[in-house]
């Protein structure tokens, strides 16, 4: 599958940044209207001991541009977004640690081991949005245009 073309998003608001990425990128979990932590890109989520959250990933999801959503695309996704010096700038509280290991197990399957409990993290995993190499290696919230994921972009 090829594309062509660009699609530019133009909108006003202030929250801007937050409208273009709810329509562009995906995250492991979402919240119902309850409240409840559901999975989206994540299959299942499961604690293995108390600080080591493990996620199976969806198999067979395609980006827009046919690259395949696997591990690497979580890993790469969660590094760039820590280059940022508040990963989910609506409420730093919403970060995962900084000190903590990121593991690929296999191809589907991505561990997060913290240094204490993390009783937030799956939770947090909200806020970990996920793109394709073509965005992180052009867009990338502004790095290439600002050296910055700060925003503006």
Known sequence: MKTTGKIFVVDPSPLNWLFV????????????H???V??????????????????????GVLFHNGEVFNAKSLVRSFAEEQRWLAPHPPGTWLNLPRERGVEVVDDYTVRFHFLEPEG???????????GNDLFWE?????????????GRW
């Open 120 to 130: 937030l993290a799956l939770a947090k995993t909200r806020g970990v949005h996920i």
């Open 38 to 59: 559901t999975p989206s890109l994540a299959r299942n989520v499961r604690w293995i001991n108390e600080t080591t959250l493990e996620v199976e990933l969806r198999r």
């Open 138 to 150: 052009t867009l990338g919230f502004g790095y290439a245009k600002e050296a910055s994921g700060e």
């Open 21 to 32: 990425l709810f329509h562009t990128m995906e995250e492991l979990v979402r919240a119902d």
């Open 34 to 36: 309850e409240g409840n």
